[in-house]
Each structure stands twice: as C-alpha cells, then as structure tokens.
Nanobody, 123 residues
Framework: QVQLVESGGGLVQAGGSLRLSCAAS????????MGWFRQAPGKEREFVAAASWRGGHTYYADSVKGRFTISKDNAKNTVYLQMNSLKPEDTAVYYC????????????????WGQGTQVTVSS
C-alpha cells in the first residue's frame, strides 16, 4: 500500500506561481513513477507531469511544458510540482499519483491517488 498526501494548493492571480507537494509513504512507493494529474470542473482527469524516483527523468503534458517543473526530494520522500506563469485554464484539482511505468499518461496506469488539492487561478 502506498499513501500520498498533497499540499500547497490555493488561489493565485494569472501569471503567478504555486508549488504543490506530495509526501509519499508505504513499503513500495519507490518502485513507482510519481506524477501529477489534474481535473477541471466538467472535464476528465488529465496527465500533467511525472518523474522517476531514480535518475530524475521527467516528462510533461504539452500544455504545461516550459511552465511547470516536477522534482523530488528522495530524502523526504516528497515530489513537488512548481507551477509558474499560471493561467486561468490551469484551474483544477491537482492529484498526486503513483504510476505503474515510466512514460505512462493515462489514469488507468495509476495504482494510487492522493486526495487532491485545489488550484484556482484568477484572471
């Protein structure tokens, strides 16, 4: 079993920044690829970014590439999502996720989810 706890959401103006954190625990969490998804009202949950625990390899959705950065602190078992140049269309509930394999982008590839944290970007 893997537990994921997000924090860091909030309200920010367009052009601003936020950093989300995801603390991971459990016996096998380091075997997963850690990622972030988001879900806006009335829309399907979509992939945002992911990173492997080992090697620091990352990949992103095209919509956030160049604005968002995923990183991790192995000593703290924590994954971060630094979000810069935020846009109103980034408004969503953001979910931390433990993905089965590197390169995965589908919700069906997720074994564990966090509870979600709300990010609201005002125009």
């Amino acid at each position: 079993q893997v537990q994921l706890v997000e924090s860091g959401g909030g309200l920010v103006q367009a052009g601003g920044s936020l950093r989300l954190s995801c603390a991971a625990s459990g016996r096998t969490f380091s075997s997963y690829v850690m990622g972030w998804f988001r879900q806006a009202p009335g829309k399907e949950r979509e992939f945002v970014a992911a990173a492997s625990w080992r090697g620091g390899h990352t990949y992103y959705a095209d919509s956030v590439k160049g604005r968002f950065t995923i990183s991790k602190d192995n000593a703290k078992n924590t994954v971060y999502l630094q979000m810069n140049s935020l846009k109103p269309e980034d408004t969503a509930v953001y979910y931390c996720a433990a993905l089965k394999a590197y390169g995965s982008r589908q919700t069906g590839d997720v074994d564990y989810w966090g509870q979600g944290t709300q990010v609201t970007v005002s125009s």
